[in-house]
């Protein structure tokens, strides 16, 4: 009997052992899982097709503007879940940007996803992409709205909201009745190519800005001329 008490006692201090290890790993991950957000990270999302056939046409200009910020600071694309991603420093913070895999009409998976990943508060998103209500060569910074028929912000806007910061860029609507597709599909003309360089320039200034100085004063920034840029 006392042989059968000192088993059951044993068996007991076992399993008791063995729950509060339990808890405690699951409290270690629980910890690690709950990471309070970054207040220096950002995440930057260009809009675009991950194509090569869409290459250089006006709607992957969002492409285009994180590809110069990478390229500015010799950064590397990897191809991860849903999206390119690559990462910089710049003055403190840790610019994290992504170009989504999933083409322009399926932005908001990836951009929440990587939100998510990242810890990405709200304010520190920003995502960047081409409009043709704007002039070609301005560029227009805006903390919410409406998607504008922009079939990218369409879809985030159903993931995460309206409430997040978008850089626009300006393509202009030189196009006939019922060739709006086909413009914004179509390549850069050889006109527009000449002042692209410094459109992406002063893009990326803009993004930078915003990391840094914040919406307001990057958006007096963005008002002054292309040749300022």
Request: glycine content about 8%; aromatic content about 10%.
């Amino acid at each position: 009997m006392l042989g059968f008490l000192y088993l059951k006692h044993k068996r007991l201090n076992h399993d008791y052992l063995n729950m509060s290890l339990i808890k405690k790993i699951l409290s270690f991950f629980n910890k690690k899982k709950n990471i309070e957000p970054d207040p220096m990270k950002y995440l930057i999302v260009g809009l675009g097709n991950l194509h090569p056939d869409y290459d250089e046409t006006r709607h992957n200009v969002g492409f285009e503007v994180v590809d110069a910020i990478a390229n500015e600071f010799g950064a590397k694309w990897e191809h991860k879940q849903l999206a390119e991603i690559t990462e910089v420093k710049f003055k403190g913070r840790t610019l994290v940007l992504a170009k989504p895999s999933t083409y322009m009409n399926r932005s908001g998976k990836p951009v929440r996803y990587w939100m998510q990943q990242y810890k990405i508060l709200k304010p520190n998103l920003l995502i960047v992409l081409d409009d043709l209500n704007i002039d070609f060569g301005k560029l227009r910074l805006r903390q919410k709205g409406k998607d504008g028929g922009h079939n990218g912000l369409k879809d985030i806007n159903q993931f995460i909201g309206s409430d997040y910061a978008r850089l626009r860029v300006g393509i202009g609507n030189n196009f006939s009745k019922g060739k709006q597709v086909d413009f914004v599909l179509g390549k850069w003309s050889n006109k527009e190519m000449e002042d692209l360089t410094t459109i992406l320039k002063k893009a990326v200034r803009g993004v930078k800005n915003y990391c840094t100085i914040g919406p307001q004063f990057t958006q007096n920034g963005l008002n002054n001329p292309l040749k300022d840029a």
